[in-house]
């Protein structure tokens, strides 16, 4: 079985979308800051933020190590950290190397068509979305099956809005996505080792969770490209392969629809892959990660610290069988 998953270290990188780097130069030029270093937190920090500002010895108001944190109050990755460690398999299988192939992806125009078992099947126009739905910002912690994991400022909305919009059928079980398909942009899928596109699958009710939100954006800007621009899901209580990037339709299905890692390897990547540091992976173990940036590791927590709003949505189920 082809091994999909690689380890590589965080390096440090320059890259920064250019609109992003430009907003924040031009936020911290009106603040009269200097230097960039620690201020890109406080340049997009409208909620949940920690810290307090600091003087000089000239008793002024200096830059602050502002710093959002998640409800744990664990603080979240830099933007760097966050745009330059992917996975993000269309492009390729090196995480440090998606930033950069993924610079020139083209997102104009995306649609998302929302279809199957619905009363209003609909084709949204992504600049619709962003409009109709208010993008809140959601801290969570990503927690990746290979064992690291992040803490990301996402902007989006409950995936449960727009179902409501669509209206599920009675018959509707289960909700699959597919990713954009497009070997041109996207040089990873003229590999034969996948099944492209990259499908994904939720439970009805899981998708139905407040937790799950569909994102367009982080750090207050829009989705980079090599996040999963222009649109993505993020459930943060399961391992990232489930957050499935550049999503081009969603689709209400009666029966369990097939994912791609269930295709490549079900024994290693179950369908509902809940974070559980009591079953290990079949080649590592899952007690313990990497936080990108930290050293050392950290307990990795049940249901990635998301227990009390998801547990019960698996009430009688066997949480150690790899489903
Ligand atoms: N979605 C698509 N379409 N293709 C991918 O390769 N990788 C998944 C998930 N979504 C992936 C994807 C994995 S394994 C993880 S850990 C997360 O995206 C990583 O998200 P990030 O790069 O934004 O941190």
């Known amino acids: 079985m082809h091994n999909p998953y690689s380890s590589a270290k965080v390096k440090s990188s320059e890259i920064t979308p250019e609109e992003v780097y430009l907003n924040r130069r031009e936020f911290l030029k009106s603040m009269g800051y200097v230097g960039l270093s620690g201020l890109l937190l406080a340049a997009c920090a409208p909620r949940g933020i920690s810290g307090s500002p600091e003087t000089d010895s000239a008793g002024g108001e200096i830059a602050s190590e502002v710093t959002k ?75 990746c099956v290979e064992a690291w994991s992040m803490v990301i400022p996402w902007l989006g909305f409950p995936l449960k809005a727009l179902l409501d919009e669509v209206e599920p059928q009675s018959s509707a079980k289960y909700v699959k996505f597919t990713s954009i398909h497009n070997p041109e942009q996207m040089p990873g899928q003229n590999s034969r080792l996948f099944p492209w596109p990259y499908t994904e699958g939720l439970r009805l009710d899981e998708a139905y969770n407040d937790l799950a939100i569909l994102a367009t954006g982080l750090y207050g800007n829009s989705l980079p490209p090599q996040n999963g621009s222009a649109i993505r899901l993020v459930v943060p209580w399961k391992y990232g392969f489930k957050s499935i990037k550049a999503i081009v339709k969603i689709e209400l299905t009666e029966f369990r629809p097939d994912t791609l890692w269930n295709l490549v390897a079900p024994n290693e990547y179950g369908f509902f892959a809940n974070v559980n540091p009591e079953v290990d992976h079949p080649r590592w173990s899952q007690k313990s990660e990497r936080r990108i940036g930290e050293l050392g590791r950290r307990e990795t927590l049940m249901f990635n610290g998301y227990a009390e709003q998801v547990a019960h949505l698996y009430e009688g189920m066997d949480l150690q069988r790899n489903y």
């Open 69 to 143: 944190t998640d409800e744990l109050g664990d603080p979240v990755n830099t933007f760097e950290q966050i745009t330059n460690y992917n996975n993000y398999y269309e492009f390729t299988t090196d995480k440090e190397e998606v930033a950069i192939l993924a610079e020139d992806f083209q997102t104009d125009g995306w649609k998302v068509e929302v279809t199957g078992l619905v009363n209003k099947p609909k084709t949204f126009a992504i600049d619709d979305l962003v409009r109709q739905y208010p993008q809140e910002e959601r801290i969570y912690r990503l927690r």
